[in-house]
């Protein structure tokens, strides 16, 4: 199933197969995914051909500066025939979000995703309104330094496992993908090869995943070296700490093992913990880098043997 996974958004997000490998490791491991790029690379395109694969329900929030938070999470409608307030589902109430250009909303806006992503409900006017299993929020956005953004909170960016970069295709891409537009190739063509209940059986065996006591350290020693680096302002917190275990277990499991080996958590930290830390103003000054910092702090960490 994982195979006809990889098979059916290849053929149509091409020449990314490291990042379709990390959008299903966060479908493994229950997460949600931040897609930072320049317009026009296949954010979209990599979002709704993953929903397009799955038999499950869709929905899209195309963020713009007018984009109100009932929009998205619903809102309380007056029936006059009953007397009494109705809840209007939201778009949120879908199993698959597409959450496009999320930057480009108020901050207000963007904080009606917050209780959605960490507990899988909503609250309307006083009531608790949970949101059908499984639920993923895939969302986009163009880099901070674009006009017309609203950077995300630090408490809505840690509630991402993975924050991903596409970056610009091959010469081969482009030409592949031209060919496919002037044959008629469009995502009105995917099939869905699983459904909610298959993504709902692979997390359970995901979970099921053993990990070992030297390897819960190992993982906790990165996260410590995050907070003792004097480069960060901001060191990755507890969520990430379990995020990171989450992510190498489905990591593991795509590999196709039933335990996690240090690799498969090399193999996930840096996409799980670059978002979540952030640098002083000294460090930014002196033009550090995160994703140099952090393979550093990552390849310093003992490495557990046995």
Do not use: W
């Not at 070296?225 to 795509?254: I, N, V």
Request: charged share 25%; with cysteine; aromatic share 6%.
């Amino acid at each position: 199933m994982l195979n006809k996974l990889r098979e059916t958004i290849g053929s149509y997000f091409i020449g990314k197969s490291e990042t379709v490998e990390d959008l299903l490791t966060c479908l493994l491991a229950g997460g949600h995914v931040l897609l930072e790029d320049v317009p026009g690379v296949g954010k979209t395109t990599l979002a709704k051909t993953l929903a397009a694969s799955l038999n499950c329900s869709f929905g899209r929030i195309q963020f713009t500066p007018d984009t109100l938070p009932g929009d998205v999470v619903g809102l309380s409608v007056f029936n006059m025939k009953t007397g009494e307030f109705e809840y209007r589902e939201g778009a949120v109430m879908r199993q698959i979000i597409l959450a496009d250009e999320i930057n480009r909303t108020s901050p207000k806006t963007q904080a009606a995703l917050l209780e959605a992503m960490a507990e899988g409900q909503v609250s309307v006017d006083g009531q608790v309104f949970k949101l059908p299993d499984p639920f993923m929020v895939i969302a986009t956005q163009n880099p901070a330094t674009f006009l017309g953004t609203y950077p995300l909170p630090e408490a809505q960016i840690d509630r991402f496992m993975m924050k991903l970069s596409l970056g610009y295709p091959s010469k081969e891409t482009e030409e592949t993908l031209a060919r496919n537009m002037l044959e008629g190739k469009t995502l009105a063509d995917v099939k869905p090869v699983c459904s909610a209940d298959d993504v709902l059986r692979l997390r359970r065996e995901t979970i099921a995943v053993h990990v070992e006591d030297n390897i819960l350290a190992y993982i906790s020693g990165i996260i410590t070296r995050t907070r003792q680096e004097k480069r960060f302002a901001l060191g990755a917190s507890p969520r990430a700490f379990l995020d990171l275990t989450k992510a190498s277990q489905a990591k593991a499991y795509l590999s196709g093992r039933d335990f996690v080996k240090p690799d498969d958590v090399k193999a996930v930290a840096l996409n799980t913990l670059h978002h979540r830390v952030i640098l002083t103003p000294e460090a930014k000054i002196g033009h550090e880098d995160t994703d140099r910092i952090l393979p550093s702090l990552i390849l310093t960490e003992t490495v557990p043997t046995a």
